[in-house]
């Protein structure tokens, strides 16, 4: 069984008379251990799909199942508790809270998905190397640091799954290399990534690169 499938995926969009077919029959599956990478031109439907994988968004046609339990096709707030539970997302931005600190934006997604492990808590944000930043708020961090911050509370549950929007793409070369290293330690502890990215260096470390153009999965770009 994958960690996370995608089976038949479409997404239309209307707008007055226009529609915009943004997923057209996308299917993929990413394994346990596995970081998987998905590139495409600008509009060829990354986020549309993100949205659709982490459940944020409902398809108009096919379904996403993770370690075997549908997201799809269920109410707002069923979807939002496997979304806690098994899911990490880490988008370009709004990850973090601008009224809670560091420490906090981590604790609140251990709280949602209830489980809140203050040893995990303390590992993690060493993990990421914020220690010295933990009690400073979004405002007062800078770029690679919120990357950091965004990429602890994704997985301050311990999903099975993290989804990645371009995890590094505001953030320095030496930035990029940690985020790199801390997507492959969750990686070989059997964590599945699903990873958009426009970086090669990001592509380069996955297990296997998926191209989507026009809404559909081609075999290159
Ligand atoms: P990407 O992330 O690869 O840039 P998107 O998933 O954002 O692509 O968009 C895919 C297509 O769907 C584009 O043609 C985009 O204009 C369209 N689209 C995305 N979101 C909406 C929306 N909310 N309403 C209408 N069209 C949308």
């Known amino acids: 069984m994958s960690v996370l499938e995608a089976f038949d995926i479409y997404r239309f969009y209307h707008a007055g008379e226009e529609e915009t077919l943004a997923l057209r029959g996308v299917s993929i599956h990413v394994e346990a251990g596995e970081m998987v990478a998905v590139q495409g031109p600008s509009g060829s439907g990354k986020s549309t799909l993100l949205a659709c994988l982490s459940g944020l968004d409902e398809p108009d046609g096919g379904y996403v199942t993770v370690l075997g339990e549908r997201i799809t096709r269920r109410p707002e707030a069923e979807r939002a508790a496997v979304r806690a539970r098994k899911i990490g997302i880490m988008l370009q931005s709004g990850n973090l809270f601008d009224h809670l600190s ?13 489980r809140v492990n203050h040893l995990r808590l303390d590992e993690l944000i060493d993990l990421v190397g914020l220690n010295h930043r933990r009690h400073a708020r979004p405002a007062h961090i800078s770029g690679g640091e919120a990357a950091r911050a965004a990429l602890a509370v994704a997985l301050a549950a311990e999903p099975k799954v993290l989804l990645a929007d371009e995890p590094t793409g505001e953030v320095d070369a030496e930035t990029e290399k940690q985020i790199l290293q801390l997507l492959d330690a969750y990686r070989k502890n059997g964590g599945a990534i699903l990873v958009v990215t426009h970086s090669n260096a990001v592509a380069a470390y996955a297990n296997r690169t998926l191209h989507l153009f026009d809404g559909r999965i081609v075999d290159h770009a």
Request: proline share 0%.
């Open 102 to 114: 560091v420490e906090d934006n981590v604790r609140l997604q251990m709280l949602l998905a209830g």
